[in-house]
Nanobody
Framework: QVQLTESGGGLVQAGGSLRLSCAAS????????MAWFRQARGKRRDFISG????????YYADSVKGRFAISRDNARIQVYLQMKDLTPEATAVYYCAARLGPISTNPNHYGYWGQGTQVTVSS
């Protein structure tokens, strides 16, 4: 079992920055490929970014390329999402997810999820 806990969400003005963290715990927590998704109210859960645990290879949705950066700390089993130049359209609950398979943009492919952290961007 893997437990994921997100933190770092909050209220920020448009153009601002936030850094989200996801801590993984559990007996077999290391070695999982990790991803960030977000879900705005009334909308589907969308892939934002993912990172391979083994080689750090990373992936981004087109909508966030150049503004968001994913990174990991294997020793702490944590994944981070640095977000800058935020717009009100980024307002959503942000979720961390994990799977042993390759990074996928399909949320149904992930077996482990955190509880989510709210990000609100004011205009």
């Amino acid at each position: 079992q893997v437990q994921l806990t997100e933190s770092g969400g909050g209220l920020v003005q448009a153009g601002g920055s936030l850094r989200l963290s996801c801590a993984a715990s559990g007996r077999t927590a290391s070695g999982y490929n990790m991803a960030w998704f977000r879900q705005a109210r009334g909308k589907r859960r969308d892939f934002i970014s993912g990172i391979n645990w083994s080689d750090g290879g990373n992936y981004y949705a087109d909508s966030v390329k150049g503004r968001f950066a994913i990174s990991r700390d294997n020793a702490r089993i944590q994944v981070y999402l640095q977000m800058k130049d935020l717009t009100p359209e980024a307002t959503a609950v942000y979720y961390c997810a994990a799977r042993l398979g390759p990074i996928s943009t399909n949320p149904n492919h992930y077996g482990y999820w955190g509880q989510g952290t709210q990000v609100t961007v004011s205009s």
